[in-house]
């Protein structure tokens, strides 16, 4: 299981870039796929990326495919999310968390969720 501490979130203006970090702590973080998640007030929490446990291979929702890009570095047990051409409706609490191969939250993976980061586009 890991522990994981997002940031990186802030307010930005329409067509510009942030650069999300998570950090996960406990046991063995390259054993784990890891996916961010985005969520917002009334809604259900959202797939956004996913990347391997070596990163060899990553997956995007069709809504920010072409401007959001997953890496990691297990070195530093930690995933990136790099956000480019943000639009208003980016804006949410971003999560990361291992993942299932369906791209699921793997609950077995973690102890809980992180706290999560904001990021608000304004347009």
């Known amino acids: 299981q890991v522990q994981l501490v997002e940031s990186g979130g802030g307010l930005v203006q329409a067509g510009g870039s942030l650069k999300l970090s998570c950090v996960a702590s406990?046991?063995?973080?390259?054993?784990?796929?890891m996916g961010w998640f985005r969520q917002v007030p009334g809604k259900e929490r959202e797939f956004v990326a996913a990347?391997?446990?070596?990163?060899?291979?990553?997956n995007y929702a069709d809504s920010v495919k072409g401007r959001f890009a997953i890496s990691r570095d297990n070195a530093k047990s930690t995933v990136y999310l790099q956000m480019n051409s943000l639009k208003p409706e980016d804006t949410a609490v971003y999560y990361c968390?291992?993942?299932?191969?369906?791209?699921?939250?793997?609950?077995?993976?973690?102890?809980?969720w992180g706290k999560g980061t904001l990021v608000t586009v304004s347009s």
């Open positions: 968390a291992p993942i299932r191969p369906d791209f699921t939250p793997n609950s077995y993976g973690m102890d809980s």
């Open positions: 406990g046991r063995t973080f390259s054993s784990y796929a």
């Open positions: 990347i391997g446990r070596t990163g060899g291979s990553t």
